[in-house]
């Protein structure tokens, strides 16, 4: 019973790199989400999804691009990769969207930019 | 819009003690709340959550919060601490209207049990 995995758990860039941040669950869930963690900051949404096709913008999109082709998969892209982007990136899903029951949370991507 | 204020960023209690972790909550419609927990390097995962009627929830591992309207409050308690309690604990709100919520989270309270 996976649940919601992400890669890779660690990941070192340099200034201005790219790379993608990967999500799938086996729950066949239709919501997806992304959230960063910041120390004492709590987690704020970057974007989420409603289902296959359709994704939309959270509270800090800003530097990041989400695409959502299948139901499992919620992939994360950084384009060009800056300091205040080190944080630890958390994907969630839940199975309601109107009645809000429970997001199962993935182990977290550390992301540190150099 | 809704938001969410805990109450400490580090609370500390001896093993045995009363552990009460305190959120408070701002939301225009009827919420619906929830108290999350992170263990060190794992994501979060559901301690109990509140959506509609009975104000006291229990949860799981001994945790229990009463939803407090008049107060705005949703404060998470366990009567005796245990050294497995030592994580971080966030309360998360939701305004419940379909199609357009989403969670909003505290920022966190880092709870220590000391032996």
């Known amino acids: 019973n996976a649940g919601v995995t992400q890669t890779p758990k660690f990941r070192i860039l340099k200034i201005g790199q790219s790379m993608t941040l990967q999500c799938t669950q086996d729950?066949?869930?239709?919501?997806m989400y992304w959230y960063r963690q910041d120390p004492g900051m709590g987690l704020k949404l970057i974007y989420y999804s409603v289902g296959a096709g359709i994704t939309d913008k959270g509270e800090v999109p800003n530097g990041y691009n989400v695409s959502r082709s299948t139901t499992e998969d919620f992939p994360l892209r950084l384009e060009l990769a800056a300091p205040s982007q080190t944080s630890v990136y958390f994907c969630?899903?839940?199975?309601?969207?109107?009645?809000?029951?429970?997001?199962?949370f993935g182990q977290g991507t550390r992301l540190t930019v150099v | 819009a809704q938001s969410v204020t805990q109450l400490g960023s580090h609370v500390s209690v001896s093993e045995g003690a009363l552990v009460l972790l305190r959120c408070n909550y701002s939301s225009s419609v009827p919420p619906y709340l929830f108290w999350y927990v992170q263990y060190p390097n794992q994501g979060l995962q559901l301690l109990l959550k509140y959506t509609t009627g009975a104000t006291l929830v229990k949860g799981i591992n001994g945790f229990e919060a009463e939803f407090k309207k008049s107060e705005t409050s949703f404060h998470l308690t366990k009567p005796s601490a245990h050294m497995s309690d030592a994580a971080e604990y966030f309360c998360a709100v939701s305004d419940g209207q379909g199609g357009s919520e989403k969670l909003v989270f505290g920022k966190g309270t880092k709870l220590t049990v000391n032996p």
């Open positions: 969630a899903s839940s199975p309601d969207w109107g009645r809000f029951t429970e997001a199962f």
């Open positions: 729950m066949n869930h239709n919501y």
